[in-house]
C-alpha cells in the first residue's frame, strides 16, 4: 500500500541541528488525514524530546504546503468519526504549544484549511512569495479543523478572521503578511534555504533562553498584565543566574 492509499504519511530530514517534518500526501496536494496528523504529533514529540534537535520546519512535499483535510478519507455524516479526526488536528496544535523548541511552517503554493491552521500554532509563519493561503472550508459548509476559528483571531483580528472564515477568500503571501498571518515573505525558490538560515540563527542561541522565551509568549496570553510580568522577572531571574548565561554575560563585558 502507497502513502496516498494509506492516507500520506510525514517525511522527516535532519539538516544539523534543524529536523525538517514533511507532510507527504503530494497527489492530494498534501492534504491531511488523521493518519497524518498521528504521525505529525509523534514526530513534533521525538523532536522536543531529541537532544540533537534544536528547531523544527514544518513544509508540504513538492511544490504545496498543504491543501487541507483529506477529505477522501472522511466518512460524510460519522460525527464519532469527525471528532476523532478533530482529535488527532488537535493533538497537533497543543503539542506544537507545548515544545520546548520552536517551529517555523513555510506555507508554499496552497495553503489552506487544516493544514493553515496547523501552521497557525507554529512560532514562526514564513511564506514562498506565490502562495496561496486560506481557509475555505466554509464553502463545504464546515468550519475549521484546528484552532481556525480560536487561533486565527489572535493573529490578524475578529474581523479580519470572520472575513476569512465566512468568505473563504484565498489571500497572497504578502496579504498574509499585512495582515500578520505571516510573518516573513520570500521568493519561491528561496524560501527553504532562507528558512534553513532562520532556523540555524534560533538553534545558535542557548536553549534555555529560547524554551523560557517561548513559555512565556504562550503563558501571557491569558494572563493579567500584572500576573505575566511577574512571571517574565521570575524567568528573567532564572536565567540571569544560569551557568549558561552567566558565562555569555562574562563574554560579552571582557569585549
Known amino acids: 500500500m502507497n502513502n496516498e492509499e494509506s492516507g500520506g504519511t510525514i517525511l522527516k530530514l535532519q539538516n544539523g541541528k534543524i529536523t525538517w517534518l514533511i507532510l507527504s500526501n503530494p497527489k ?10 498521528d504521525l505529525l504529533a509523534q514526530e513534533l514529540e521525538k523532536a522536543d524530546s531529541d537532544s540533537q534537535t534544536k528547531v523544527v520546519i514544518l513544509r508540504g512535499e513538492g511544490d504545496n504546503y498543504s491543501s487541507g483535510a483529506d477529505l477522501s478519507k472522511f466518512e460524510t455524516g460519522n460525527r464519532i468519526k469527525a471528532m476523532e479526526f478533530r ?6 496544535v497543543l503539542t506544537m504549544n507545548s515544545m520546548k523548541k ?10 489552506l484549511g487544516g493544514g493553515l491552521e496547523i501552521a497557525e500554532s507554529a512560532d514562526i509563519r514564513i511564506a514562498g512569495s506565490s502562495a496561496k493561503i486560506g481557509q475555505p472550508e466554509i464553502k463545504i459548509g464546515i468550519n475549521a479543523g484546528a484552532g481556525g476559528n480560536v487561533i486565527l483571531p489572535k493573529l490578524v483580528g475578529r474581523g479580519r478572521a470572520l472575513y476569512l472564515m465566512l468568505t473563504g477568500q484565498i489571500i497572497t503571501a504578502e496579504h498574509a503578511m499585512n495582515w500578520g498571518l505571516v510573518d ?27 524554551s523560557t522565551c517561548k513559555r ?10 500584572e500576573d505575566a510580568l511577574k512571571r517574565e522577572s521570575e524567568g528573567f531571574a532564572d536565567l540571569f543566574t544560569s551557568p549558561e548565561t552567566m558565562k555569555r554575560i562574562d563574554k560579552f563585558l571582557k569585549r
Open 28 to 37: 492530494r496536494l498534501n492534504s491531511i488525514s488523521e493518519r497524518m496528523a
Open 87 to 92: 482529535n488527532s488536528m488537535n493533538r497537533v
Open 102 to 111: 520552536p517551529v517555523i511552517a513555510l506555507l508554499h503554493g496552497y495553503s
Open 184 to 210: 516573513l515573505v520570500f521568493r519561491d525558490e528561496e524560501l527553504f534555504s532562507k528558512a534553513q538560515e532562520i532556523a540555524e540563527n534560533i538553534a545558535g542561541m542557548p536553549e534555555e533562553t529560547i
Open 216 to 225: 512565556l509568549v504562550y503563558e501571557s496570553q491569558n494572563l493579567t498584565v
